[in-house]
């Protein structure tokens, strides 16, 4: 694969012109620039995209109600953790958007908010195991998501308290793990 990408970072450097009138300590760096171009577009083309890691949110907050439906304390905690793992990890993906007016929205200058309020809400109430106040934090975050959807240009995008898991694998339930 390297050698493709030689090959082909070679090409690029002439037929760019790039070879008139330089150095060989010059061309060898123009080169190298060129072969590390392409291969980090190369590995970017293997990483998931945004949309897979907000699939990952949406399971883990989606289970993360059935938790605490069932006061699954611990689980709650969980799926909480994997909720606020995945937000960043898609904002790590596309830090910048446009929204359809053309301006530039830093998801993160958005998430920062969320995870110290509507987020650490819905940890608070897990952490004191309060049913009551996990529902309407939980809630709120929901609108806390849409905010962000809507801020992205994506209306479309309108979040629900879950009515069922996405797998019936998972056993809500509070309890000792069978062994």
Known sequence: MLVGSLILASVLFLVNGTHRNVNAADAGDSF???ALELEVNRLKGLLPDQSHAMKDVAYHFANLWFAGEKKNWPL???YWSETRSHLRWAVRIIPVRKNPEGQ?????EILDPIEKSALEDVHKAISSKDA???EAAYKQMLNSC???HLASGKPFLRLQVPTQPEVPIVNFEPG???R
């Not at 530039?104 to 993160?108: A, H, K, N, S, T």
């Open 32 to 34: 190298r620039i060129t």
């Open 176 to 178: 000792e793990v069978a």
């Open 146 to 148: 849409y905010a962000c």
């Open 132 to 134: 009551g106040q996990f």
């Open 104 to 108: 530039e929205i830093r998801l993160q």
């Open 76 to 78: 709650a905690d969980f």
